[in-house]
């Protein structure tokens, strides 16, 4: 019984443990059909099946190697934290965000796999659990950072590359071009910083190491190493004697 038949999808910002996900579970169609014994042939592609699965857990461990790393550098760069070795359990107890990762990966092994029930059961989990709601089709490269990540919503159609840093209800979402008029989700390049509040929509690029400052609204492409700032409010003196009851 051939369960995934779906050819290989090749694309960067889809992690590597990914991509083979569709041929680890592909087994010979004559298996389980009463046959008295497994031919040579389909013993080695039971076999070959068994070390993409590892291969498979191997690269996914990577990945979620690849977000802690980030979260590690972040935290000398910023936090002042001292340069030395991390436990990734420690870590994965104490940061949020790290969790939303390691749930986000999990969630992405079934996606591929095409298991779309349980892909949808971690992505209510997500929601339910931190308050973000990241859709299962959306594509995270390994080496993302969340913040926080309460309120953070990331449509299917997204795109975020290595090294990018997602902070606390940032909106990656689906929306229309406002010259083209196409309609899609935003590509994130490499190390892209995007702060709190920030909404980027339709089909956009925003290059790499540009940085979002909070709340931004962004509907058009950003180009490399830009920063994006939203206009500061307005600071007015209050006038004297005037009410400030809410009726």
């Not at 041929?23 to 497994?38: I, K, Q, T, Y």
């Not at 980030?70 to 420690?90: C, I, M, N, T, W």
């Not at 892909?119 to 929601?127: G, L, P, T």
């Not at 909404?199 to 940085?211: D, E, F, Y």
């Amino acid at each position: 019984m051939e369960l995934l038949s779906t050819p290989l999808v090749e694309n960067r910002f889809i992690a590597p443990e990914l991509q083979i996900l569709p041929a680890v579970l592909r087994v010979p169609s004559s298996a389980g059909r009463g046959s008295p014994g497994a031919s040579p042939v389909e013993a080695r592609g039971v076999l070959a099946g068994l070390r993409r699965l590892r291969d498979t857990a191997s690269r996914l461990a990577g990945a979620v190697r690849a977000d802690h790393a980030l979260v590690h550098r972040q935290g000398v760069k910023y936090a002042g934290k001292p340069d030395r070795p991390e436990a990734y359990s420690g870590a994965l107890v104490e940061k949020v965000g790290l969790q939303m990762m390691a749930a986000y990966r999990i969630m992405r092994v079934f996606s591929v796999a095409k298991v779309p029930l349980a892909a949808k059961v971690v992505s209510r989990f997500i929601r339910h659990a931190y308050g973000a709601d990241v859709h299962w089709e959306a594509d995270l490269a390994p080496g993302v950072m969340i913040v926080h990540g309460m309120g953070m919503a990331v449509t299917g159609s997204a795109r975020v590359g290595s090294g990018v840093v997602l902070s606390h209800n940032v909106t990656l979402g689906l929306g229309t071009h406002p010259d083209t008029r196409k309609s899609g989700g935003p590509t994130i390049e490499d190390d892209v910083v995007i702060g709190p509040g920030a909404t980027i929509l339709g089909p956009i690029t925003v290059g790499a190491r540009s940085k979002i400052m909070p709340g931004c609204l962004v509907l058009r492409s950003i180009p490399p190493d830009s920063i994006v700032e939203a206009a500061l409010p307005a600071v007015k003196a209050r006038a004297r004697g005037r009410s400030t009851s809410i009726t």
